[in-house]
């Protein structure tokens, strides 16, 4: 099992930056797929970025060229670079992870049918304002 912390949240202006970490504890952090999901006021919960255990990345279309995705096994934490903020990038963004068919499962992520990973982090702010 892992346990997982976000942190770095917060209120910025439109065009500014972010960027959030995912502190993990428990079992070893790189055999773990990792993603980024985010929920948004009146909208359903979408997959951000999702990093595999080979450290492949993809992101959503809405994300990609402005949020890079990372992780640092040595410090068991996974990160979110946001550039170029957008009004509609406001959310609670959470970490996610799985390990269990991770390879399998991380593909979904940012699919409208997500098979979602099991251990989440409790989430943290975002708001951009125009």
């Not at 996610?96 to 099991?118: I, M, Y």
């Amino acid at each position: 099992q892992v346990h997982l912390v976000e942190s770095g949240g917060g209120s910025v202006q439109a065009g500014g930056s972010l960027a959030l970490s995912c502190a993990a504890s428990g079992d070893a952090f790189s055999g773990y797929c990792m993603g980024w999901f985010r929920k948004a006021p009146g909208k359903e919960r979408e997959g951000v970025a999702a990093i595999d255990a080979d450290n492949a990345k993809t992101y959503a279309d809405s994300v990609k060229g402005r949020f890079t995705i990372s992780r640092d096994t040595a410090k068991n934490t996974l990160y979110l670079q946001m550039n170029n903020l957008h009004a509609e990038d406001t959310a609670v963004y959470y970490c996610a992870a799985e390990k269990n068919f991770c390879q399998l499962r991380v593909s979904s992520w940012l699919t409208h049918v997500p098979l979602l990973p099991t251990y989440w982090g409790q989430g943290t702010q975002v708001n951009v304002s125009t």
